[in-house]
Nanobody
Framework: QVQVVESGGGLVQAGGSLRLSCAAS????????MGWFRQAPGKEREFVAA????????YYADSVKGRFTISRDNAKHMLYLQMTNLKPEDTAVYYC????????????????????WGQGTQVTVSS
């Protein structure tokens, strides 16, 4: 089993920055692709970004491309999401996810592709 725990959320003004972290524990050797998703009130959970095991491949939702950067440190079993130029529409609960497979581009955006999920961290962007 793998456990993932997010941290780093908070309240920030529009145009500001936040860095989310995700700590993985347990059978981390089985983790390959990791990702971030978010869910706003009344909306479905949506893909934000994903990164392959070697960090060679990264994927982003169009809405965050150029503003968010996903990265990972396999030695520390950590996943990060650097968020800049935040907008009110970025307000949501952000979830860390982990897959036991190296996902292809066609699969990284689907919630069903990931086996493990954190409890989420709230990000609120005020206008």
């Amino acid at each position: 089993q793998v456990q993932v725990v997010e941290s780093g959320g908070g309240l920030v003004q529009a145009g500001g920055s936040l860095r989310l972290s995700c700590a993985a524990s347990g059978r981390t050797i089985t983790i390959y692709t990791m990702g971030w998703f978010r869910q706003a009130p009344g909306k479905e959970r949506e893909f934000v970004a994903a990164v392959g095991w070697s960090s060679r491949y990264t994927y982003y939702a169009d809405s965050v491309k150029g503003r968010f950067t996903i990265s990972r440190d396999n030695a520390k079993h950590m996943l990060y999401l650097q968020m800049t130029n935040l907008k009110p529409e970025d307000t949501a609960v952000y979830y860390c996810s982990a897959s036991e497979r190296e996902l292809e581009a066609s699969a990284v955006r689907g919630t069903k592709s990931y086996s493990y999920w954190g409890q989420g961290t709230q990000v609120t962007v005020s206008s």
